[in-house]
C-alpha cells in the first residue's frame, strides 16, 4: 500500500554535485522519519543521514557530514539528499528508509519501507 519512488542517482566526477529524490505515496497516515543509506560492493550498507519530519531534525554520518544535506517537501511527501563535493569513496548504491504510521482497520501501526535504491558513481 506505500511506494517509494527514489530518484536521481548518475555518474559525476569528484567534487561534483548530485541531489537524489525519495517521493513516498500510498495510504499513508504520517511519515515520521526518513533516511538515507548507502552500499557499496562488497560491503555492509550503512547509514547517511536521517531527518526527523516532525520538527525538521538532522542526523548525519561523520564520513558525509559538512557535505551532504538531508531535506524535506513535506507537501509532496519528497525527502531530498543534496550530495556536494563528491568524493571517489561516495560510490556507492543509495537507498531511502521510510518510517511511517499506517491506518488498518483496528489500529494504527508503525512501518518501514525501503525505496529501489539509485546508483551513485564519482570518477576520480
Known amino acids: 500500500q506505500v511506494q517509494l519512488v527514489e530518484s536521481g542517482g548518475g555518474l559525476v566526477q569528484t567534487g561534483g554535485p548530485l541531489r537524489l529524490s525519495c517521493a513516498a505515496s500510498?495510504?499513508?497516515?504520517?511519515?515520521?522519519?526518513v533516511g538515507w543509506y548507502r552500499q557499496a560492493p562488497g560491503k555492509q550498507r550503512e547509514w547517511v543521514a536521517t531527518?526527523?519530519?516532525?520538527?525538521?531534525?538532522?542526523f548525519y554520518a561523520d564520513s558525509v557530514k559538512g557535505r551532504f544535506t538531508i531535506s524535506r517537501d513535506n507537501d509532496k511527501n519528497t525527502v531530498y539528499l543534496q550530495m556536494d563535493s563528491l568524493k571517489p569513496e561516495d560510490t556507492a548504491v543509495y537507498y531511502c528508509?521510510?518510517?511511517?504510521?499506517?491506518?488498518?482497520?483496528?489500529?494504527?501501526?508503525?512501518?518501514?519501507?525501503w525505496g529501489q535504491g539509485t546508483q551513485v558513481t564519482v570518477s576520480s
Open positions: 500510498g495510504s499513508i497516515f504520517r511519515i515520521n522519519a
Open positions: 528508509n521510510n518510517q511511517v504510521t499506517i491506518a488498518t482497520r483496528f489500529q494504527k501501526e508503525e512501518r518501514t519501507y
Open positions: 531527518i526527523i519530519i516532525s520538527g525538521g531534525s538532522r
